[in-house]
């Protein structure tokens, strides 16, 4: 799974990183910067032991910014390629 945030819908309101703060911080203004090691952009899946507060922060969100990707085969349906391993 992959966590997106979705930067025209954020408002932020800065709950994702009280529920995630191992993957995300607010940047000056509020809103969620992800973690490296969480970021979609760098092909980065989260951890099975942050999946649950990963789920409680899409959950919680009041501008319903965040959301989860599934990953694996389907990527390249939507014309995403993942590296090769």
Do not use: F, K, Q
């Amino acid at each position: 799974m992959r966590l997106r945030v979705d930067p025209v819908a954020c408002a932020g309101h800065g709950l994702c990183a009280d529920l995630l703060p191992e993957g995300i911080t607010l940047d000056e203004w509020g809103y969620p910067l992800l973690d490296p090691l969480l970021d979609p952009l760098l092909d980065a899946e989260i951890p099975a032991d942050l999946l649950p507060h990963a789920r409680a922060a899409v959950a919680a969100c009041p501008a319903l910014a965040l959301r989860l990707d599934p990953t694996g085969p389907d990527d390249r349906r939507h014309g995403r390629n993942r590296r090769s391993r």
